[in-house]
Nanobody, 114 residues
Framework: VQLQASGGGLAQAGGSLRLSCKTSGMNFRIAKMTWYRQAPGKERDFVGDITSGGNTNYIDSVKGRFTISRDYSRNTVWLQMTDLKPEDTAVYYC?????????WGQGTLVTVSS
């Protein structure tokens, strides 16, 4: 199983970025996919997730600004981030629990300037 995250970068406050997480070596159709983030000096926190059926769940601070979606033909999950805030600055990780263990992407850095 491999998860490859990309799409991070520098954005201004109020701007947008879209992260992607391409998966391989797994049955993507049955996997719940999750996004986490880790801000400098802080622990890794849950951001949101999407079930195999496409249902989503988010932390309150990103509701209405972030959208998780998935493309079954590309085995890819997306994190669309809009109205970015400086407090969204973090390394973002995609994750799945597949066949009884946790799998992590390598992380992609998002920096939001004020």
């Amino acid at each position: 199983v491999q998860l490859q995250a990309s799409g991070g970068g520098l954005a201004q406050a109020g701007g947008s970025l879209r992260l992607s997480c391409k998966t391989s070596g797994m049955n993507f159709r049955i996997a719940k996919m999750t996004w986490y983030r880790q801000a400098p000096g802080k622990e890794r926190d849950f951001v949101g997730d999407i079930t195999s059926g496409g249902n989503t769940n988010y932390i309150d601070s990103v509701k209405g600004r972030f959208t998780i979606s998935r493309d079954y033909s590309r085995n890819t999950v997306w994190l669309q981030m809009t109205d970015l805030k400086p407090e969204d600055t973090a390394v973002y990780y995609c994750n799945t629990n597949y066949r009884g263990r946790e799998w992590w992407g390598q992380g992609t850095l998002v920096t939001v300037s004020s």
